[in-house]
């Protein structure tokens, strides 16, 4: 494989509900970043029907370019047809590095891509950087149970890909005076050749917990002791508008479900205010919600590896000092 050969920096554009995915327009920024220290285009890759007009979207967030494949085909998102069109968009226009938002779809087609193109992919990356001269990606996660940071590099192969997970980058401030170029691809494939039909799309009813929207979340965990304990976290949440957060622990005891995990395995959450309760900060906790603006941590151990990460650290049992701050925030100012 001739390296030499690959250039400029690709984010796959996911399209939700007829917009542009958040995290793809995150990924734009870090994006930016790297192709200004590489001196190279970043282009977006935009995949759909009817998408022709979301193309404009990714230029004031940095894109240099969009490649689009506006086809009936890609109406719905099937792993076959989108692979179909990555792969022989890279083959002609060979980037060096592509990123992808690390959503269930992000990561269905990054890795049925990385597969098909027999190169490497980091999964779940929550730092990224470029090498300015051998155009090397950094692409940094958790790794060994967390004890260590991994910085993970694809030297033989590109492009070189990695997943992101949403709210881990930052997206640039929209530039609407920013233009760029689309340049229309088009790909020859019949329905017929496409094995996954989409018979029906099921909207879940259960209303959806929106963690990483949320400006305050009150966050439990195993040093809650029970399910009734649990319900600690629930009453302190109610009582000051917050959205419940949970460690793996206690989603796993069966206290909460994993709709309000937040970390690595769980959801990435950049409130205003993050309370951390009876959790003793692991780091794929931490992962999922160092970002916060306030942290502030109750824990029975002085020692707990969350008061090296909080703004606010307060020693103690979690049903003595919650009660207090529940009757604090009762309070009337005089
Ligand atoms: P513990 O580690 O048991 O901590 C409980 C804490 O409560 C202790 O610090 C204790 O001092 C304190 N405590 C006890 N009683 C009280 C009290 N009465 N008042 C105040 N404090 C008290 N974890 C996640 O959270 N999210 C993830 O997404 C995630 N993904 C993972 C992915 C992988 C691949 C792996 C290997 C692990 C993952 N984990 C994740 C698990 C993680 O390693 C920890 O095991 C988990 O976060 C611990 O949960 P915890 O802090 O609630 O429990």
Known sequence: MNLE??????????????????????????????????????????????????????????ADQVYLYDDPIFCDYRTESYMRAVIECVNKNKPEIILYGATSTGKDLASAVATDLETGLTADTTMLDVNAETGLLEASRPAFGGNIMATILCKKHRPQMATVRPKVMKALEPDTARTGEIIEETITLLEEDIRTKVLKIVRETKEKVRLDEADVIVAGGKGLGSKEGFA??????????????????????????????VGQTGVTVTPKIYFAIGISGAIQHLVGMRNSGLIIAINKDPNALIFQSCHYGIVGDAFEIVPLLMEAFQKKPD
């Open 5 to 62: 050969e690959y250039c400029g920096i690709w984010v796959y554009l996911e399209v939700h509900e007829g917009r542009i995915a958040p995290v793809s327009l995150e990924l734009l920024g870090a994006g930016r970043q790297m192709a200004d220290k590489r001196g190279v285009p970043l282009a977006g890759l935009l995949i759909g029907e009817g998408v022709r007009d979301l193309a404009q979207t990714a230029f004031p967030y940095g």
């Open 232 to 261: 600690l976290i629930h009453r302190f949440a109610e009582k000051i508008g917050a959205t419940v957060g949970a460690s793996r622990d206690a989603v796993e005891a069966g206290w909460i479900d994993h709709d309000h995990q």
